[in-house]
């Protein structure tokens, strides 16, 4: 099971991870389901996740995790959702994304009237201005050291885990009297506008916290030149306040007795957490939209273990599981009466990546340990059992089901890595003996488990291998406390976020201090882009970089699996990181 997701990417990856250009929509669909007004029965559902919730921010560097997106896409309303065939679908009882003009590329956001946040304030246009300084980048004019990822000249305000390029290039050019509806003007084409919702925190929330009054804010954001790392500006210290709140004040270890920090736009609300063990959510009565649930409470109950899930299913303990699929899992499963059990293909994949500093700063280094990573062996014995056509994951920016993946292994230099090469490791080496500190989630077993068989056939090479797995593992993503880290990155399935994400030396989820200039340039154009066989051809330009860098080895596509009661209704496979949850306002309860 993937741990960070990807954005837009957020996100086939923290969004993200594996290429998605083949996904890539012109524009939203046009043809939402009809809206009902299902009646929410007095009832509970439980769901079983595998990753514990650590703050109501899953836009920032901090909050980049699954299950943080998850409580997000259940609280917080947007413009839009993707549907289990990867289409963007609008949610119109929010408001609407229009396109007014192609040239330039002009996008009108337009809140439907009377929305409002749990607390009853109001959400306005000034709610759409902060989230698109804070998700765009557009005020930074840091230039960052390139070994440590901290600003040597000028400022970074939001510590954004997603890609801000394209974004970057726009302007706010008009703001309805009402603050009902702005317009976004892009200095360029930008092949991903259709999922630019604008939507992040309660700007009301964020001034307050900040210290700063809410209308100078918005006028600061709304008057502000654009950051120019050239020229860098003195700390616009208004900007720099509300910046410093959202990077780190929606973390929480558990519910803060002020409830201004996880404050609904959504469905759902939270009405209690208890650390490592549940939260549970309650009907949001402020809510508005269409996409109301037909049960009054969700329960999330945080369970690594997925032989645990099982048991909690198989007592009644917990409704739906989403665990980490092996063969002992799906074989204890289908021995369940009364469980329906779904699978499919995920989309996310494990991997494996180094860190361009200590030990790994040199080339023959990093190749040498590659050519000691079992990948093939992980396959047979992790993934085979649920899924017998499974294969070694060849491309870290397609999947297998993509048209160019084929292409882009025939040409990326994968088959350098093909088999285990002791020998060749050996002979790079020199007799060099390095230590390597690995990281990975210990509450993992497919990373447990990846890790053993890395620590023994790289010892067969000369490395010795610390094991610096963790159970807060995310957290020290790009901390010098390791030198290869095992991971996962799961994708919404739509947009082109991934390289400017992660593989950009500034993008915002490049953990391993990489820079590559031609990636950076192909970063900068995809966003630009809107031929897709062009996208794919520089992403296919861009896999074949990664690997003549040694940057890390994909390792294997998730397989997806997920159960539930057979009394429980409308759930439908979905691989992308809502996870089960996509659909939740279409589930219903046998009594």
Partial sequence: MSDKTTWRMRALGVAAGVGVTALVLAGCSTTPPEAEEPTATDTAVTVAE??????????????????????????????????????????????????VSEDPLQVKYTLNDGLVWSDGEPITTDDLVFGWAATSGVFDDATLDPETGEPTSGTK??????STEGLKTSTITEVAEDKLSLVLEYDEPFVDWNIQDLMDQPVHVVAEKAGVDQAELIDTILTSPRGDAAAPAPVNETLKAAADFWNSGFDMTSLPDDPSLYLSSGPWIIDSYEPTQSMTLKLNDKYTGDLKPQFSELVIRFIGDAQAQVTALQNGEVDIIAPQASGDTLTALQAIDGVEVLQGDALNYDHLDLTFAGPFAEQNVREAFLKTI???????????????????????????????????????????????????????????????????????PNRVAAFEAIQASAAEA??????????????????????????????????????????????GSNFNKYANERVDEIAREIPTTLDLDTIDELTIEADGELFADAYG????????????????????????????????WEWTVAE
Avoid at 557 to 577: K, V, Y
């Fill in 462 to 507: 000369g490395f010795v291998i610390e094991d610096v797995g963790r159970e807060d593992w995310s957290a020290q993503l790009g901390s010098d406390i390791y030198d290869a880290v095992i991971f996962g990155w799961i994708s919404p399935g739509v947009g082109n976020g991934t390289i400017p994400q992660i593989f950009a030396s500034f993008g």
């Fill in 50 to 99: 595998t990753n514990e919730f650590t703050g109501t921010n899953s836009n920032s560097d901090n909050g980049n995790l699954d299950i943080n997106g998850k409580i997000d896409y259940l609280t917080k309303s947007t413009f839009y959702y993707v549907s289990d065939s990867y289409e963007v679908v609008p949610d119109e009882s929010f408001g609407t994304m229009e396109v």
């Fill in 553 to 584: 080895l994909p390792l294997f596509q998730g397989p997806g699996l997920e159960a539930h009661a057979d009394n429980i209704e409308g759930i439908t496979f979905m691989g992308n990181q809502t996870g089960v949850f996509w659909n939740f």
């Fill in 157 to 162: 305000y939001f510590a954004y885990a997603g």
């Fill in 374 to 444: 079992p990948r093939q062996q992980l396959v047979d014995t992790l993934i085979k059992p649920v899924n017998p056509e499974a294969e070694v994951l060849n491309s870290q920016l397609f999947i297998p089901a993509q048209a160019p993946y084929e292409d882009a292994v025939a040409s990326n230099g994968s088959d350098a890595y093909a088999e285990v090469d002791i020998e060749g490791a050996k002979e790079l080496l020199a007799g060099a003996t390095p230590t390597i500190r690995l990281m990975y989630n210990i509450n993992n």
